[in-house]
């Protein structure tokens, strides 16, 4: 009699592994995906931020423009607080009458009448200096009158 046959299985290979180049590309690309998305993230919460800022009226934002109104500024370091808002707003203190760019607080700052920054906008009774870039020393001086 013959014997049975008997498959035996073919010796198991170990699986092909990646060769070092391969595997700090894995983790390069690993890493970079990382830090795309992190950036991504934070672009769209600055964004985000600044677009609240924007459409919040915050003038340190937005530049006011004349015929609007703004919040009344308590102190000199309060000004970041005046907001651009509209002129039926209770809120609403001052309305702007001029809008001066390029000048210095110096400037603004002047009281003789005759070389006052905000002497051609005849009903003017305050004003507010907004610096462009802090350190800069130039910036806007909104003229403003009381809201009627």
Request: charged share 25%; proline share 5%; glycine share 10%.
């Amino acid at each position: 009699m013959s014997e049975p046959i008997t498959y035996q299985p073919a010796p198991q290979q170990p699986a092909p592994q990646d060769s070092r180049g391969k595997q700090i590309a894995k983790g390069v690309g690993k890493a970079l995906l990382w830090r795309i998305v992190i950036g991504g993230i934070i672009l769209v919460i600055g964004l985000g931020y600044a677009g609240y800022k924007y459409l919040s009226g915050n003038i340190t934002a937005k530049t006011p423009v004349v015929g609007e109104c703004v919040t009344e500024a308590q102190t000199d370091a309060d000004v970041e607080n005046v907001k651009a808002i509209d002129c039926t707003d209770a809120k609403a203190t001052d309305k702007v009458v001029g809008v001066l760019t390029g000048k210095t607080e110096a400037e603004a700052k002047i009281n003789d009448e005759a070389t006052f920054a905000c002497k051609s906008f005849q009903a003017t009774e305050t004003w507010i200096f907004m610096e462009d870039k802090a350190g800069s020393g130039k910036g806007t001086i909104l003229c403003l009158a009381p809201k009627k």
